[in-house]
């Protein structure tokens, strides 16, 4: 059985790595042709992404998917 210091501190860290990790919004969506893609926005800059939308969700940054910002249209 886990003592209540090691219980508290365990989950102020997951707090800590969710407040850590960056935001991912969706801020549109196109399928077409059997593909998808969407408009993201990642800490202020805007991607579009095709397959790797989870892998911004798991907490991977933009840079090291290798995506560039997506110019405004």
Same mark, same amino acid.
């Given at each position: 059985?886990? +003592?209540?210091? =090691? =219980?508290? +501190? =365990?989950?102020?860290?997951? @707090?800590?790595?969710?407040?850590?990790?960056?935001?991912?919004?969706?801020?549109?969506?196109?399928?077409?042709?059997?593909?998808?893609?969407?408009? @993201?926005? @990642?800490?202020?800059?805007?991607?579009? @992404?095709?397959?790797?939308?989870?892998? $911004?969700?798991?907490? $991977?940054?933009?840079?090291?998917? *290798?995506?560039?910002?997506? =110019?405004? *249209?």
């Amino acid at each position: 059985m886990a +003592n209540p210091t =090691s =219980s508290q +501190n =365990s989950k102020r860290a997951a @707090v800590r790595k969710g407040l850590d990790r960056h935001k991912v919004y969706i801020t549109g969506q196109s399928f077409s042709g059997g593909s998808y893609s969407a408009r @993201v926005l @990642v800490d202020g800059d805007a991607y579009f @992404v095709e397959f790797r939308l989870s892998q $911004l969700r798991q907490g $991977l940054s933009p840079a090291e998917l *290798e995506l560039t910002p997506a =110019s405004d *249209e």
